[in-house]
């Protein structure tokens, strides 16, 4: 048999359950009324700083004010809308002014809005360093010594047979010249004016250089594009004083080049730069704000110089840039009918 003394209840082990019982539920008790003092505490210092800085609001005080607010903001954006028009602003032109912080380019009668990259190396001016002067040339006018500017202009065939020497007299430094177009056929062909103009541009004593349409659709094709130029320059980079140029178009909606993504167009950009600088000489992307943004990686080709085109009344583009085409209705002695006039920005960094 068991021992009987074993499997009675334990009065000790019982006074001791219901003693830890009743400690636990004072542990609980105290920490929910800890709890409750510190809410109390909390609310009353939130009460008092809210009594210090102003009026306590009720819900729907806030969501009148909050109301009253945006509809001030709203009448702000409209008075700052209807000035721009009234004085005369494109739309463009005021959406740029409403929108600091994107880069606001236009297309096909559509607006597209790009975000500043602050990644991307800046340039150093402000949109009041530069102004056309009297005579229809861009002149830089800020006062940072480091900056230095000459004038040029780019030509085609389209502009006929050229005085170079008149054109020099007129303060033109440098010209870039159309190397290359496509025929009837498509097939690459230099300018008929090509070689005339080189020859004649370095006679006057002007610095030249040259550029190209990037209209294929692979990498191949612009490496091949390059090698026809390179093969038909004729001058070394330092004979040439400017660099050559591929230039970037958005294309319209019809060609088969709008299929092209943003990668497919850097990589073919990559591709003709890559060349060039292979054959010693400097190579420079050319395009607008709309191309700059809309078909490419720009901060895959930060290594490479940048040629803007942009004829607005102000400097626009945000990024470090090399050269400036400012007008394509420029007119200068010696050329019969409009050019595109250019300004060449060096800033000495040491």
Not at 143 to 156: H, K, L, P, T, Y
Request: with cysteine.
């Amino acid at each position: 048999m068991g021992n009987s003394e074993s499997e009675k209840p334990n009065s000790n082990h019982k006074r001791t359950f219901y003693f830890l019982n009743i400690l636990f539920l004072c542990a609980i008790t105290a920490a929910s009324l800890a709890m409750a003092v510190i809410c109390f505490v909390r609310l009353e210092r939130l009460r008092n700083e809210k009594t210090v800085e102003g009026t306590v609001y009720t819900d729907s005080q806030i969501e009148k004010i909050r109301y009253t607010s945006g509809m001030t903001v709203k009448n702000n954006l409209l008075l700052q809308i209807q000035s721009s028009l009234e004085s005369g602003n494109s739309t463009i032109s005021m959406l740029r002014d409403l929108y600091p912080d994107d880069l606001v380019v236009m297309w096909e009668g559509r607006y597209y809005f790009y975000p500043v990259n602050k990644n991307l190396e800046q340039n150093v001016f402000s949109d009041t360093d530069f102004d056309l002067g009297e005579n229809g040339f861009m002149e830089y006018l800020g006062d940072n010594e480091a900056v230095s500017v000459s004038r040029g202009i780019d030509v085609s065939s389209l502009n006929g047979e050229i005085d170079w020497g008149m054109v020099a007299e007129d303060g033109i430094s440098f010209a870039m010249l159309r190397a290359a177009a496509r025929d009837s056929e498509g097939d690459l062909v230099l300018d008929e004016m090509f070689e005339d103009n080189m020859t004649g541009a370095k006679s006057a004593g002007l610095r030249v250089g040259c550029y190209v349409n990037l209209d294929v659709d692979s990498e191949a094709a612009a490496e091949e594009m390059a090698d026809f130029i390179l093969d038909n320059l004729g001058m070394s980079q330092e004979e040439m004083g400017e660099p050559v140029a591929v230039r970037v178009q958005v294309p319209d909606h019809t060609s088969s080049l709008s299929q092209q993504t943003r990668e497919e167009w850097t990589q073919s950009v990559m591709a003709f730069c890559a060349k060039i600088h292979k054959a010693g000489y400097d190579p420079v992307i050319f395009a607008n704000t709309a191309a700059f943004n809309m078909l490419l990686n720009m901060a895959e080709l930060e290594k490479y110089g940048k040629w803007l085109s942009d004829y607005g009344d102000y400097l626009y583009f945000p990024y470090k840039f090399s050269y400036w085409q400012y007008s394509i209705k420029g007119t200068v002695s010696g050329i019969d009918g409009d050019v595109a006039l250019d300004l060449h920005v060096t800033v000495d960094e040491e």
